[in-house]
T-cell receptor, first 115, second 114 residues
Framework: SAVISQKPSRDICQRGTSLTIQCQVDSQVTMMFWYRQQPGQSLTLIATANQGSEATYESGFVIDKFPISRPNLTFSTLTVSNMSPEDSSIYLCSVDRTGDTDTQYFGPGTRLTVL | KQEVTQIPAALSVPEGENLVLNCSFT??????LQWFRQDPGKGLTSLLL?????REQTSGRLNASLDKSSGRSTLYIAASQPGDSATYLCAASDRGSTLGRLYFGRGTQLTVWP
């Protein structure tokens, strides 16, 4: 299994500001993922972060709005830039443990409210 | 693009009932299908994972089935308990160009009352 922590757990931010969310894993992993869950909606993949390379963004998400860093095999950050109320969501990071289980493990999430 | 639908959106049952949660997906070319439980402030917990070559998986009171040809999966919960109250999400995995990309349904919010 994998233990994942996220900081902050929640935040309330003003329109136009930026917030950086941290994700820490207790073991080295190749792939880390960032998801967004808007109120009443399903989880949507924002981007995939592979250590040592640029993050790969899904359709509808751009690097200028959601810059991602992946400095090593246990850590990643997601920044939500120039926030608007539409960015109010839960942001979750996850890791993929391929092999015997292929299970994907998720962090506890960061609940963001933009006023 | 894969689309995942879950029915019902919400379910409220008395303790002890057996219940079935439904999940359907549009593209049968999945790598695996996972059922997750989501509790407020605790993220997602993986409950069961069914590989595309499998028909079902069981863990305790939970049983998940997979029918790729019809694009359906069900999660069966036996003898429900108040502690089962949570949102249950199903997710189809497409290993295509992105290892481990998951397509999620909106979830079924389950309430089990004593």
């Amino acid at each position: 299994s994998a233990v994942i922590s996220q900081k902050p757990s929640r935040d309330i931010c003003q329109r136009g500001t930026s917030l950086t969310i941290q994700c820490q894993v207790d073991s080295q992993v190749t792939m880390m993922f960032w998801y967004r869950q808007q109120p009443g909606q399903s989880l949507t993949l924002i981007a995939t972060a592979n250590q040592g390379s640029e993050a790969t963004y899904e359709s509808g998400f751009v690097i200028d709005k959601f810059p991602i860093s992946r400095p090593n095999l246990t850590f990643s950050t997601l920044t939500v830039s120039n926030m608007s109320p539409e960015d109010s969501s839960i942001y979750l990071c996850s890791v993929d443990r391929t092999g015997d289980t292929d299970t994907q493990y998720f962090g506890p999430g960061t609940r963001l409210t933009v006023l | 693009k894969q689309e995942v639908t879950q029915i019902p959106a919400a379910l409220s049952v008395p303790e002890g009932e057996n219940l079935v949660l439904n999940c359907s997906f549009t593209d049968s070319a999945i790598y695996n299908l996972q059922w997750f439980r989501q509790d407020p402030g605790k993220g997602l917990t993986s409950l069961l994972l069914i590989q595309s070559s499998q028909r079902e998986q069981t863990s305790g009171r939970l049983n998940a089935s997979l029918d790729k040809s019809s694009g359906r999966s069900t999660l069966y919960i036996a003898a429900s308990q108040p502690g089962d109250s949570a949102t249950y999400l199903c997710a189809a995995s497409d290993r295509g160009s992105t290892l481990g990309r998951l397509y999620f349904g909106r979830g079924t919010q389950l309430t089990v009352w004593p």
